[in-house]
């Protein structure tokens, strides 16, 4: 059974840092996309950025460009996002997502799609004070 945990939610000062994880389980996928997708209380879920497995391309949205950056680590089956110079609207469960088959194009559109990914986790708060 497909699992994926994500960690490293919190509260922390606008300005200051977090870095998410999120660890998958079962068989890894080499073609898949994988993307932290946010959602605040009362909003919609959005896509944060994405990353394609198998070059490592990798997508953001605007609101988070050259603030986070999205990683992974193959061999721990693991996506990272860090994530600086936050700010209160940074504030929302976040989510880690996948589509198993993927291709670099469609990653850089699931940004937009949240039903394109097939496997999601539960989801790590974040809260940002300022």
């Known amino acids: 059974q497909v699992q994926l945990v994500e960690s490293g939610g919190g509260s922390v000062q606008a300005g200051g840092s977090l870095r998410l994880s999120c660890a998958a389980s079962?068989?890894?996928?080499?073609?898949?996309?994988m993307g932290w997708f946010r959602q605040a209380p009362g909003k919609e879920r959005e896509g944060v950025a994405t990353i394609f497995a198998g070059a490592g391309n990798t997508y953001y949205a605007d609101s988070v460009k050259g603030r986070f950056t999205i990683s992974q680590d193959n061999a721990k089956n693991t996506v990272y996002l860090e994530m600086n110079s936050l700010k209160p609207e940074d504030t929302a469960t976040y989510y880690c997502a996948r589509r198993r088959f993927s291709s670099p194009n469609y990653c850089r559109d699931d940004l937009s799609k949240t039903y394109a990914m097939s496997d999601w986790g539960k989801g790590t708060v974040v809260t940002i004070s300022s």
């Open positions: 079962g068989d890894p996928y080499p073609s898949a996309c």
